[in-house]
């Protein structure tokens, strides 16, 4: 018989067995470590993407709220009434305050809120938009503070400061007024509070921790606000103290140091909150450790800080760990079992592997889905930049449209113009050659008569000269109290030869301060010199040339001024058409169609509108919507109804 084969033992020796128990478990350890720190690692990296984006969205927040009044101190240094304030010795300012203070009010009211003053050259507050309170800044010495001492040497200032009156916080923007009679000497101080109360509102909403931390390492917002005025590292009390005096209007600072050290939390860094904080954040969280992204804020010194706490991190990770090593536990156990058990384990763990690669082409597809919004983000602001850059060349062409338009009426009128003086300025030179020789024979009393002749002849010479230099003035829109009837006359004077050559019959079915609007009274006389102008073109082949003016209160509460002609009126597709660019009705060579267009657009620039239509009797009917007077109390000045 052959010999038989040794018997296979049945399981390993018991040094083999611990040795294989110890291998396992170090597998195990290995293993658990490994996806440990690989799902600490990606859940750092999503929570730094979401504090991220959060960041940007508090960031740009914070950035609209606090600079939207930037701009206010440069339109402060244009006003008549405070250069005049700053330019007057203390002793006469009294005076002159009252203006300044009410042209600052107006402005404060217009705006929405912000704290508006002027300083003057030794950091006194000598004009304030809260001068009708009791508790106004007049008369109070801001000299210590940073952003005058800036702005006085002739640089723009921002600084976050509490004021030593009402202790409030705010955003200051400073401005020097310089005074070009003075070979533009800084002669005073704009300066504009931008209070941050929705800021701080919106701030203590935020769940986790934040701070916006100002340049000197001090909190400015916090949450909690516990933190509000700490420090993050610890500051010698002599320089706390004169931060304290210059910026926060002897407010306690440093009172808690965070000593949170935020050196690489550009990028996020994870940072461990000091045991003294317990307390001030939910559930005794002092002491844990917070993933810190940090951002500096654009057009300040701010810097804005965000943590993020690492725990549900670090419990994901763990149950991570805790799932991969009770999958390699199931795979060791597979392989001890049958073929078919093994094919089933191997099965799982293609699956797994599966389900990551969906995770990871998931958490890809998130990035360049973040990466096209940012792109688009940017090409949106690009856009509006370019709009906004293509919308001022427009008004400044429309400007020089308009002025184009003056020179051409002017032009048309010049003939008229010369016979209106000729007469007169000949009239002059026969009476003073009289009045020369009515004095060599000792007349006085009739060369007095004669020279006061030549005096009226003068006045009346002014007269005609006066209207034409006011309308051919190019001067920016601002808006004022204009008596719509005067505005009338004079532009009916621009074609007083035109209507008389014509025999132009001119009703005009309202008088003198019958109706006021609120605009601009140069553009408004352009508007009517249009209409007047194609009103008269319009009405040149009809028998019958009758131009007519009628004012009523439209159901908008607007004054609408009526321009009626009995001219050939407009067709249904002409009326259509009537205020597109280009378009006329007119011969060629005879306008380029601009005129309607510009008249609607000059309108609305202050509000009002031109709207057009069939006369009664025939001709063409024009109505410009003019706004009242803004105090409705003072818009009831009108005499009379139409």
Request: proline letters at 5%; a neutral charge; one cysteine or more.
């Amino acid at each position: 018989m052959p010999e038989s084969s040794p018997p296979i033992p049945s399981s390993l020796p018991r040094p083999h067995r611990a040795l294989g128990l110890a291998l396992l478990l170090v597998l195990f350890l290995l293993a658990s470590l490994l996806v440990y720190h690989r799902s600490e690692r990606d859940g750092i990296d999503h929570m730094r993407q979401e504090a991220s984006h959060q960041l940007d969205i508090l960031a740009a927040a914070i950035d609209s709220e606090v600079t939207r009044h930037a701009a206010i101190p440069a339109a402060i240094q244009l006003s008549p009434d405070v250069l005049a304030l700053l330019r007057a010795p203390e002793d006469k300012q009294d005076s002159l305050q009252g203006p300044a203070n009410r042209f600052l009010q107006q402005m404060n009211d217009n705006l929405g809120g912000p704290a508006i003053f002027v300083l003057d050259t030794q950091g006194r507050v000598v004009a304030s938009s809260d001068w009708i309170f009791s508790d106004n800044l007049l008369g109070a010495n801001l000299a210590y503070m940073p952003f005058f001492s800036d702005a006085a040497t002739g640089v723009p200032a921002r600084h976050y400061a509490v004021d030593h009156v009402r202790h409030e916080p705010g955003y200051y923007f400073a401005l020097p007024i310089r005074d070009e009679r003075q070979d533009w000497r800084v002669i005073g101080v704009a300066v504009v509070k931008s209070g941050i109360r929705e800021l701080e509102r919106r701030w203590l909403g935020q769940e986790a921790p934040a701070l916006i931390v100002d340049s000197n390492g001090i909190v400015l917002l916090a949450s909690p606000p516990e933190w509000r005025y700490a420090t993050l590292q610890q500051k010698g009390r002599e320089e706390l103290e004169q931060l304290s005096r210059q910026q926060f209007a002897g407010q306690s600072l440093g009172t808690v140091s965070l000593d949170i050290a935020l050196a690489g939390a550009d990028e996020g860094a994870v940072v461990r909150l000091p045991r003294h904080l317990r307390g001030a954040v939910n559930q005794a969280a002092g002491g844990r450790s917070y993933l810190a992204l940090a951002r500096n804020l654009p057009g300040t010194a701010w810097r804005i800080v965000v943590f993020s706490d690492l725990r549900p991190v670090a419990e994901q990770a763990a149950t991570h760990a805790a799932l991969a090593a009770a999958a390699l536990g199931c795979l060791l156990l597979g392989a001890l079992y049958a073929k078919q058990r093994r094919r089933l384990a191997r099965g799982r763990e293609e699956a797994r592997a599966m389900l990551e690669r969906a995770n990871q082409e998931l958490e890809h597809k998130v990035g360049e889905r973040t990466a096209d919004l940012s792109e688009a983000v940017d090409r949106l602001q690009r856009e509006v930049v370019e709009r906004q850059r293509a919308e001022q060349t427009l008004r400044a062409a429309q400007d020089e449209l308009v002025q184009a338009g003056k020179m051409a009426v002017l032009g048309q009128m010049a003939t008229g113009i010369t016979h209106e003086l000729s007469q007169p300025l000949g009239a002059i030179r026969t009476l003073a050659a009289n009045a020369v020789e009515f004095m060599h024979r000792g007349d006085l009393a009739t060369a007095e008569k004669n020279l006061g002749i030549v005096g009226q002849l003068a006045e009346q010479a002014g007269g005609i000269i006066t209207p034409l230099k006011t309308f051919a003035r190019k001067s920016p829109a601002v808006s004022g109290a204009v008596d719509v009837a005067q505005a009338v006359d004079s532009a009916l004077f621009l074609f007083d030869q035109r209507l008389r050559k014509q025999n132009v019959t001119v009703e005009r079915q309202f008088g003198p301060e019958t109706w006021i609007a609120w605009c601009d009274r140069n553009r408004l006389q352009q508007v009517l010199v249009n209409l007047i102008g194609n009103a008269i073109d319009a009405m040149a082949d009809e028998p019958l040339r009758r131009l007519s003016f009628s004012a009523e209160r439209a159901s908008s509460g607007q004054v609408a001024l009526a321009v009626s002609d009995s001219g050939v009126g407009f067709s249904e597709k002409a009326l259509e058409h009537l205020f597109e660019p280009f378009f006329t009705t007119k011969q060629p060579g005879e306008g380029l169609g601009l005129g309607l267009a510009i008249s609607r657009d000059i309108l609305r620039d202050f509000g009002g509108e031109l709207l057009a239509g069939p006369a009664p009797g025939g001709g063409a009917r024009f109505v410009v919507l003019l706004p009242p007077l803004p105090d409705s109390s003072t818009a009831a000045c009108t005499k009379g109804s139409p």
